[in-house]
């Protein structure tokens, strides 16, 4: 031993050593892998030549019957395997299979006339069967038709026979009943002995045969039955669906066609017409009712468990026990039954009963019959829900305020009415109220997927915010903002903007606001009023951390507006942004909505309430907004600045100072540049925010001459300084025009 760590003493030779035995180890590995592999292909070979085997038995005691049966040189489908068991399968049987169960001369009658077998030599009918009787018309008229060479299957000639052809005729023998309806009739013993019928031609029988599944079924039904004595009469016919009348359905026979022409394929299509236009999914639309998985909704418990997602530290917690009641509020309209009986479910079970004054659901004038009756019987066992219900569309912000007008509450609970209240969801909101009046606390807002239900978590340190023009969206804190403040998980969040769904208010605070402003319609804009309102007059909004409440959001809005949606809702930003954002409105119409500075297009209402309100409450600026509680706000009042000349001779630099606005205009103070009515020069206008005149196109990307002043009054015209530098002039726009090119000192956006 001691020779043998001598000897791998150096690192090279254990390296070697190493090395041969990995390979050693892996030739035996590959060995035995081999063995293993031929084994198993061995024993696949032995079960497959085993199947073989017995497959080759079966088709050798069969052989013999499928020479004797019919079968086509084409013919792929082996019938008489699937019948080895059922004795010898010949053309009769195939024939019967065919045609239904019924026997070929239940279908052909005395003459037969089959393609395949037209050659055969007639067999007289069954006893006590009614046969429909064939006669060939080339007959009647002593006709000889021509001769045809038979051949069988095979390719081999037939015995001579004479080939039936023409057009045949169709005559069906009733059959006689006696007294008691039931016996078998009278049998035909010879039927050149009996007269026949006078034979009527068929006119049927040269056209195509259209034929429904349901009346050959019923007409199967309707005729003798194989094997058996009783016959079925037309009284027991079964139901037959009700067919489009233009669909005109012959009888279920086959016959020889007169000429085999062409046609174009038929636009069949038997279901009962006109069609309900407003049925699911009719005309192949998608299902949109309420723009989620509403169908795996309706199989979810209305009663559910979520996980708990508040942070740890919000267990350990402790909250005064004499926090004020509050009620719940829930607006809808044409709400999904699942999920608004879940909201309701989730808020009775998760909430503190002597917390929950009650529940208020507004009905803003659903039309589903389930949101009637159907729902005052559901909630008629909850004492505390009580229904509101609107006689008009009022739309959600209207809702609210009714179901802030019947509250007994001592705070304002507003919640929508697709949510899910997580554990612990109420008294955290509750507990912000009770320390400050007028702070207005929201949960953390966590999503049910709106395509499999499941609940989502969010990132912590979110927040609402704002983007221009007004359109609200989430922004997470900065990690310096967090470190500066030293924030834990579960601290409250200075929120900017609220999401405006889900939120708690004072209620007496909530009226001293001038709650909602009553010139909003519907739905828009309502939560940037409401939380400028709060902020400039004096509250604060906040985001719990350890509240969550899980809501399904959608990809679209499902709620039908009384009026155009998005006039509307461009009203309601209009407003809002007349009475709140001071000089800043400029960067609201500047962003593509300068067609709503001509009230001739858009009247937004009377604003002097509002005004009013503000000063009442001595609300402070826009600018202080900006300043304390969204620094971090992209506002600029201007696009860009600059002097039209940098050396002046005659004045102060400040006489010369211009500005790009918003709204495209190039201002000095309260006097704008625009074109004169003759001559092409220049002038100074008083501004008007409304004036196409006064308007210019500049650094527009999407533009051609993005460093021009392409005006938006006279086409294709554009600023252009003197040769001389003594003069502004409007000439037509050339790109390579040097004196048409310009570049202000400043650009903010």
Request: proline share 6%; hydrophobic share 35%.
């Amino acid at each position: 031993m001691m020779k043998l760590r001598r000897y791998l003493r150096g690192s090279g030779r254990v390296l070697a050593f190493v090395f041969a035995a990995s390979i050693i180890w892996l030739l035996f590995d590959i060995a035995a892998l081999r063995m293993s592999i031929n084994d198993v292909n061995s024993l696949m070979l032995k079960e497959r030549v085993i199947r073989e085997r017995e497959l080759f038995k079966k088709q050798s005691k069969m052989s013999q019957v499928i020479k004797e049966g019919f079968g086509h040189p084409i013919q792929r489908v082996n019938e008489a395997v699937t019948q080895a068991n059922n004795g010898p399968l010949n053309v009769d049987k195939l024939a019967e299979k065919v045609y239904r169960g019924r026997k070929r001369e239940h279908i052909f009658g005395e003459n037969n006339v089959d393609f395949k077998q037209r050659n055969r030599p007639k067999s007289p009918p069954p006893e006590g069967k009614a046969e429909p009787v064939f006669h060939d018309k080339s007959r009647q008229q002593n006709e000889q038709p021509k001769q045809h060479v038979a051949l069988d299957a095979n390719g081999k000639k037939q015995p001579d026979a004479k080939v039936q052809s023409g057009v045949l005729d169709i005559k069906v023998v009733e059959i006689p009943k006696n007294k008691d309806g039931d016996s078998p009739p009278k049998p035909i013993d010879n039927a050149k002995d009996e007269p026949r019928p006078a034979e009527t031609p068929s006119n049927t029988l040269i056209k195509d045969v259209k034929v429904n599944n349901a009346i050959a079924e019923a007409q199967d039904k309707a005729n003798v039955k194989v094997g058996e004595d009783k016959v079925v009469g037309k009284e027991q016919l079964p139901f037959v669906p009700k067919l489009q009348k233009e669909v005109d359905f012959k009888e279920n026979v086959t016959a020889v066609r007169k000429k085999p022409g062409v046609h174009k394929v038929l636009l069949l299509d038997v279901t009962q017409a006109p069609r309900n236009p407003k049925a699911v999914g009719q005309f192949g639309h998608a299902v949109e009712r309420g723009f989620f998985n509403v169908h795996l909704s309706d199989q979810i418990p209305l009663d559910r468990a979520i996980p708990d997602t508040r942070p740890e530290t919000c267990k350990d917690n402790t909250i005064h026990n004499d926090l004020p009641s509050t009620s719940v509020i829930f607006c809808f309209v044409d709400e999904v039954w699942s999920t608004l009986l879940r909201s309701v479910h989730s808020v009775l079970n998760r909430s503190p009963p002597h917390l929950l004054k009650e529940i208020i659901l507004v009905d803003d004038c659903s039309t589903r019959d389930y949101l009637k009756k159907q729902l005052d019987d559901y909630m008629a066992q909850f004492p505390k829900v009580k229904i509101v219900r609107l006689k008009e569309r009022q739309g959600l912000i209207r809702a609210r305020m009714a179901g802030a007008e019947v509250a007994k509450g001592e705070v304002l609970t507003f919640l929508d009415s697709h949510i899910e209240c997580n554990v612990g969801w109420l008294e955290p909101l509750l507990e912000r109220v009770y320390l400050d009046r007028r702070k207005v606390p929201c949960p953390v807002i966590e999503v049910i997927s709106d395509q499999d239900m499941s609940y989502v978590l969010v990132d912590n340190f979110q927040r609402g915010i704002f983007k221009w023009p007004l359109v609200f969206g989430w922004s997470p804190l900065s990690e310096d903002y967090i470190k500066k403040n030293n924030m834990t998980i579960a601290d409250p969040i200075r929120c900017p903007i609220m999401a405006g769904g889900l939120f708690s208010i004072d209620k007496n605070y909530f009226y001293e606001l001038g709650a909602y402003d009553p010139g909003l319609d519907v739905w828009g804009g309502e939560n940037m009023e409401i939380s400028f309102k709060i902020w400039m007059c004096g509250g604060e909004i906040e985001i719990i951390p350890c509240s969550r409440v899980g809501h399904i959001f959608r990809g679209q809005n499902p709620y039908k507006f009384p009026k155009d949606r998005q006039k509307t809702v461009e009203r309601n930003l209009a407003r809002v942004a007349e009475v709140w954002l001071d000089e800043y409105k400029d960067l609201f119409y500047g962003h593509g909505y300068h067609h709503l500075l001509n009230r001739n297009n858009m009247d937004i209402g009377d604003l002097s309430e509002q005004i009013a309100l503000r000063k009442k409450l001595k609300c402070k600026s826009f600018k202080w907004y900006l300043d304390n509680v969204y620094p971090d706000a992209d506002a600029p009042v201007v696009k860009a600045e600059g002097l039209v000349c940098k050396t002046c001779r005659v004045g102060s630099q400040s006489s010369q100072h211009f500005n790009y606005t918003w709204l495209k205009q190039l201002q000095h103070q309260n006097v704008c540049i625009g074109p004169q009515s003759e001559g092409g020069r220049i002038g100074l206008y008083l501004c008007d925010r409304a004036s196409a005149r006064l308007r210019w196109y500049h650094k527009v990307p999407s533009l051609p001459l993005a460093d021009h002043f392409r005006s938006d009054y006279a086409q294709l015209m554009c600023l252009e300084a003197g040769s001389k530098g003594d003069a502004v002039l409007q000439r037509s726009c050339d790109q390579n025009n040097a004196f048409q090119k310009w570049e202000l000192t400043h650009y903010f956006a």
